[in-house]
């Protein structure tokens, strides 16, 4: 790494997958991890602040400050992931308890602090529900004149998941998506398409679950947490999830992006929270016949190169463990 580290700043719902994430982030010496936000999505957003907590204790990062945000989306009503993410929402491993509790202040306040606190341009990853994020662009404005990009898991180029063509995070809140993406700063789409397909191989899994560190050990058993309802399941045994969007704020070159026109659609139906991608090569009908409209252009990852990210992912975690286990 060379370099002054980047300040990021996670919008989560912790969650299994968004558990990793933080776990990597704190771990990665080219991340200032200076903020975590909390938001409603795989569980309520008072399970999504207490298992943050948890995973910062147990990763050995308990300093971080930690903010609760929206306990809904902008308009649809909470719709959780506990299926999939088990009734805690983070896999049901009775972790303890935290120790601490979120700092006194709401997410969107915590957020346009540290964006303009920052001496650096930060990097927002949301990994969540986009609610918090559209409040605080549009209550605080002027904090994009300190983002430097905004890395979200969200949305799909083809099939969805919460619906066969919406992606959960911009399905639970689709209005904020919309928000986000014409944010007016470059923004990178780390959508299903790449998600879903970065998985850890069995034997990593077995290996971390038996480790004598804590933060390692609950890695290995949040990667080896099966989604009981398997069908359709969107972060089958192994799968990185959440953290391969923040391994493509560290190594970008690890995703291949194309700067594509990208909405929501907010109309009611099937088709409700579907990200719509346009690969087109050329204007359609609609364009010329009617002109268009203005649509934010967006990075959109469209193939991750699968092994470098999980030999990132487990040389970072794996890394700094015997590190913390040198220096206490
Ligand atoms: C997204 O939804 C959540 O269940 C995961 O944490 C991830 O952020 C995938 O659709
Ligand atoms: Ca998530």
């Not at 700092?103 to 927002?124: F, G, H, K, N, Y």
């Not at 299903?192 to 038996?210: C, H, I, M």
């Not at 026109?261 to 990200?275: F, S, W």
Request: glycine share 8%; hydrophobic share 45%; proline share 9%.
């Amino acid at each position: 790494m060379t370099g002054q580290p980047i300040p990021v700043i996670i919008d989560c719902d912790t969650g299994v997958d968004d558990a990793l994430a933080l776990l990597f982030a704190v771990r990665h010496p080219g991340i200032d991890l200076r903020a975590i936000t909390c938001v409603a999505g795989n569980t309520d957003v008072e399970g999504v602040v207490r298992n943050t907590l948890t995973v910062l204790e147990q990763a050995g990062a308990p300093g971080i400050p930690v903010a609760r945000g929206a306990e809904r989306p902008l308009i649809e009503a909470v719709r959780t992931a506990r299926h999939v993410h088990g009734e805690d929402g983070m896999a049901d491993l009775g972790l303890p308890a935290p120790t601490r509790t979120a700092v006194d202040v709401d997410a969107v306040t915590l957020l346009r602090r540290e964006i303009l606190a920052s001496p650096r341009p930060v990097t927002l990853v949301p990994t969540a529900p986009l609610t918090n994020i559209a409040l605080l662009l549009r209550t605080h404005p002027e904090v994009v004149r300190n983002i430097e990009r905004i890395v979200f898991m969200g949305g799909a180029v083809a099939a969805g998941n919460a619906t066969p063509v919406a992606e959960f995070n911009v399905w639970h809140d689709p209005e904020a998506a919309a928000i986000l993406l014409t944010a007016g700063v470059p923004i990178t789409m780390y959508g299903l398409d790449v998600f879903k397909r970065v998985l850890v191989p069995e034997a990593e899994v077995r290996r971390l679950r038996t480790s004598p560190e804590p933060g390692l050990r609950m890695a290995g058993r949040l990667l080896a947490h099966r989604d009981p309802d398997a069908s359709g399941d969107p972060t089958p045994t192994g799968s990185l999830g959440d953290a391969g969007a923040v391994c493509a704020v560290v190594d970008p070159a690890g995703i291949r992006t194309e700067l594509l026109p990208v909405e929501v659609n907010l109309a009611a139906g099937p088709g409700r929270g579907q990200t719509i991608v346009d690969r087109r090569p050329r204007p359609g009908e609609a364009e010329i016949h009617a002109g268009g409209r203005e649509r934010p252009l967006v990075d959109v990852a469209l193939d991750v190169d699968v092994e470098r990210y999980v030999e990132l992912y487990l040389s970072t975690v794996e890394r700094q463990s015997a590190v913390r286990a040198a220096h206490p």
